[in-house]
């Protein structure tokens, strides 16, 4: 019961962070809502989801601070890599476990990015696998959160679409070539 209202205040306030103005304060609230899914993860036993969860918390704190600490996005994306593999061995339970360690991989690459067009594909990409994951491990808060996010980033990358061709662009210059 516990472990279901964590989920359901991380669920909130992935929610939130999607109404915010800048990347700062959307970071700042997507830290508030790993710290719930460490929660949530523990209480249902995913240790991979809890421990990924975790270092999204030191991930995006990293890249609200980058400038503080001296850190490029890419020296970013490098130790939340390491880290996030590093971590797949005391949390390993099977082929499950891979699916957040991958998705934490695709989410910090995103961000590390200034593409637009990038960050949303893989959004999308880290979206899916932490969709499955949610499935898997019976989490209907974060299933709830993340077919959310799908739909949003879905949304934005259609959007982004529209507005400057960004896929038609590539699938044309792929044809030619």
């Known amino acids: 019961m516990v472990g279901e209202i964590i989920g359901y205040l991380a669920l909130v306030l ?15 609230v997507q830290i508030a809502a790993s710290v719930m899914f460490v929660g949530h993860y523990s209480v249902l036993g995913a ?3 809890a ?3 975790s270092l999204k918390i030191l991930r995006n704190a990293a890249f609200i601070n980058a400038a503080k600490l001296g850190l490029s996005n890419q020296k970013i994306f ?3 890599s390491v880290i996030a593999l590093l971590l797949l061995v005391p949390s390993w339970s099977g082929w499950i476990s891979v699916l957040p360690v991958v998705a934490t991989l695709s989410g910090t690459y995103a961000r590390s990015l200034k593409n ?5 594909l893989l959004g999308l990409v ?6 499955l994951y949610a499935i898997l ?3 209907i808060p974060a299933i709830l959160s993340y077919a959310i996010q ?12 529209s507005m400057f061709h960004v896929l038609a662009n590539k699938f044309v210059d792929w044809h030619i070539t």
């Open 78 to 80: 490098i130790i939340i």
């Open 150 to 161: 799908l739909v949003v980033t879905s949304v934005a990358l259609l959007r982004a679409e």
């Open 51 to 53: 421990l990924q969860e």
């Open 14 to 28: 992935n929610l939130v962070a999607l109404l915010m103005p800048n990347r700062k304060k959307l970071l700042g």
């Open 116 to 120: 637009l067009e990038k960050l949303l």
């Open 137 to 139: 491990i019976n989490s």
């Open 47 to 49: 240790l991979s989801g």
């Open 126 to 131: 880290s979206t899916c696998l932490l969709l």
